[in-house]
């Protein structure tokens, strides 16, 4: 069965700093992956997605994530935190024969100032 | 509209009444799911539609959730005899295979058991 692991139930940056949230997946054909981000209150938005075309995906807010096949990772990276940043992302991934889509259990950003 | 729509926003009940939950996805999308997220949690699964096929309700937590899909749009989540542990968001998502799977949610349905 397919699994998500986000590491990380939650993770703290200095504002300035780099960010790296963690995502591996296990697929047996290759997937479609995706980074959706929850701010506080809010409903889920995409930030960005795989879907088997460049790997080096780039999303809104600066993020960007790798899709590494050898390593069955997908990391969510931005150079520089902002405080605006806080909130809770998720990582999805879809084998792309059906439409459901397997979730992680969510990695909660705390900026410190 | 343009995005998902969920009504209503927020939703008290007391312990032991029926509440309806209602999704307006976006048109066109032939995939909708609900999803709950209890305080701090991640996503639990609910139930998903495709198209005209059989809904996959494995994830519905007992008997009392049901979930209806009519004329492949508007979709109403049901929980009868609302205990106070069903006191979460409801998200609906829809999404359409040409976009690769990506799911578009609405703002969800806050539930509040007293």
């Known amino acids: 069965a397919q699994s998500v692991t986000q590491l990380g139930s939650h993770v703290s940056v200095s504002e300035g700093a780099l960010v790296l949230l963690r995502c591996n997946y296990s697929?047996?054909?290759?997937?479609?992956l995706f980074w959706y981000v929850q701010y506080p209150n809010q409903g889920l938005q995409l930030l960005l997605k795989?879907?088997?075309?460049a790997t080096l995906v780039k999303g809104i807010n600066g993020f960007e994530a790798e899709f590494k096949k050898s390593e069955t990772s997908f990391h969510l990276t931005k150079p520089s935190a902002h405080m605006s940043d806080a909130a809770e992302y998720f990582c999805?991934?879809?084998?792309?024969?059906?439409?459901?889509?397997?979730w992680g259990a969510g990695t909660k950003l705390i900026i410190k100032p | 509209g343009a995005g998902v729509s969920q009504s209503p926003s927020n939703k008290v009940t007391e312990k032991g009444k029926d509440v309806e939950l209602r999704c307006d996805p976006i048109?066109?999308?032939?995939?909708l799911y609900w999803y709950r997220q209890s305080l701090g949690q991640g996503l639990e699964f609910l139930i998903y539609?495709?198209?005209?096929?059989?809904?996959?309700k494995s994830g519905l937590p007992s008997d009392r959730f049901s979930a209806e899909r009519t004329g492949g749009s508007v979709s109403t989540l049901t929980i009868q005899r609302t205990q106070q542990e069903d006191s979460a968001v409801y998200l609906c998502?829809?999404?359409?295979?040409?976009?690769?799977?990506?799911?578009?949610f609405g703002p969800g349905t806050r539930l509040t058991v007293l």
């Open positions: 795989y879907t088997s075309a």
């Open positions: 998502a829809s999404s359409l295979e040409a976009s690769g799977f990506e799911q578009f």
């Open positions: 539609f495709q198209g005209n096929s059989a809904p996959d």
């Open positions: 999805a991934v879809s084998e792309g024969s059906n439409y459901q889509l397997i």
């Open positions: 697929s047996s054909v290759p997937p479609y």
């Open positions: 048109s066109g999308h032939t995939a």
